[in-house]
């Protein structure tokens, strides 16, 4: 096996773990966040809803962080920032549910989902890193 292949096949396998983490705490907290949520909504809080949501941020994450690796010249700089950005910025749309009558625990849940799956992408493509 070539150097190239065993880079590839250990980060599909480390995503394939980030994936399963992922999912598993986002199912823990939509059923903590269910549970909480008296009479509300429950946006997002059923697994075909997050499910696929999970696994597709986490795809959309790792693809991100691949373009800044190959992309920027400071790669461990830009990411520091760029990260936690894109995280507060999927936390609107979490936001402004409660403006169409989500509850506090419902929007807390979806708000620690985005978080589980920006911790399982970091530290999945972490190693990544070009080395300095």
Do not use: E, F, Q
């Amino acid at each position: 096996m070539t150097t190239a292949t065993t880079r590839t096949s250990t980060l599909a396998l480390r995503l394939g773990l980030a994936a399963v983490a992922a999912l598993a705490v986002n199912t823990a907290i939509a059923l903590a966040a269910s549970a909480l949520d008296d009479g509300g909504l429950g946006i997002g809080l059923a697994p075909v809803a997050y499910l696929p949501a999970t696994l597709a941020g986490l795809l959309a994450g790792a693809a991100g962080w691949r373009l800044i690796v190959r992309r920027a010249p400071r790669a461990a700089r830009a990411l520091r920032v760029i990260v936690p950005a894109v995280l507060v910025l999927t936390w609107i749309p979490d936001l402004l549910l409660l403006t169409v009558g989500a509850t506090a625990a419902n929007v807390v849940g979806l708000m620690l989902m985005h978080t589980a799956v920006t911790t399982a992408v970091v530290t999945a493509m972490r190693p990544t890193l070009p080395r300095a």
